[in-house]
């Protein structure tokens, strides 16, 4: 049986996780990105047991999956402060207790930023937090899917060298997997815009990473040219990246059944993500 191509774009879960399939299946999605909890606060009330027992209904009534989450953003596992550290060890903990417990199968994490202690130093100080948080979690089914970056400051990840250090660097790699961005793949240098560039791009991260480690797709074009190492998304055909790199995305058979999800700016009536999945879809050949 072939795959399914699957598209979707990240859902909010305002009112309760269970809502985000709702607002999935409203703007047309087969696949969504949530976060389970609020991405910039370090301490969100649990996840209740009807709310989990809801989402899991939600899924089966909307035949949306996978859906995945988003890590929240001040988690640091680069960092050289220890309490930060520690603090973004905790979170990175109870995101995952999180995700285990609604049957996700991957976190989307950025991997931090080493602020100054230099890239080694800040490769090493992730490998050993998802050490630590791997041991906390035995037997758990949630892999943590480490996202390349555009590599803003001293964020690190905007390599796929840099990717492959920090999997190197952990006891359990089975347990790690990759999504790729591509407004943050196209910051960080890597050209996506022609056919040669595109092959190449791919090339080097089968090399380096392996294709089967490919977790997921974030699907954004960027406000910011090639090689900027500025994060700015933007809506899919309005920015530097144009439509190309969608194109030759969509109709490559290697990337049926991988989740790929918009992560742009929307209104409540998710004006922006139909349109985007409209646009996404009419790439197909």
Not at 29 to 54: G, H, L, M, Y
Not at 137 to 147: A, D, F, I, K
Not at 202 to 215: H, I, N, V, Y
Request: charged share 25%; with cysteine; net charge negative.
């Amino acid at each position: 049986m072939s795959k399914k191509l699957l598209l979707g774009a990240h859902q909010s879960i305002a009112g309760g996780v269970e809502n985000s399939l709702a607002r999935g299946q409203e703007a047309g999605c087969d696949t969504i990105q949530i976060f389970v909890k609020t991405p910039n606060r370090w301490v969100s009330k649990p996840i209740a047991k009807e709310n989990a027992i809801a989402f899991r209904a939600a899924v089966d009534e909307t035949g949306i999956w996978p859906v995945f989450a988003h890590s929240l953003y001040l988690i640091n596992l680069a960092t050289p402060d220890d309490a930060l550290w520690h603090k973004s060890l905790d979170a990175l903990v109870d995101n995952l207790e999180r995700c285990e417990q609604l049957g996700l199968p991957g976190l989307v994490i950025h991997p931090g930023s080493h602020m100054g202690s230099g890239e080694e130093t800040g490769i090493a100080r992730i490998a050993s937090a998802l050490d630590a948080a791997h041991a906390r979690l035995p037997g758990y089914g949630v892999q943590v899917w480490l996202e390349v970056t555009a590599g803003q400051g001293d964020h690190l990840g905007y390599t796929f060298a840099q990717l492959r250090a920090m999997i190197d660097g952990v006891k359990e790699p089975e347990r790690l997997g990759i999504c790729f961005d591509t407004a943050h793949a196209f910051a960080a240098g890597y050209e996506l815009r022609t056919r040669d560039g595109y092959e190449a791009t791919w090339r080097q991260f089968d090399e380096t990473l392996a294709l089967g480690r490919l977790k997921a797709i974030h699907l954004n074009d960027s406000k910011k040219e090639l090689g900027s190492r500025v994060d700015r998304h933007e809506h899919i055909g309005k920015g530097l990246l144009g439509l190309e790199p969608f194109r030759f995305l969509l109709n490559d058979p290697r990337f049926r059944g991988i989740p790929m999800t918009l992560e742009t700016e929307k209104s409540e009536d998710l004006a922006e993500d139909k349109e985007n999945l409209a646009v996404l879809r009419s790439l197909v050949a």
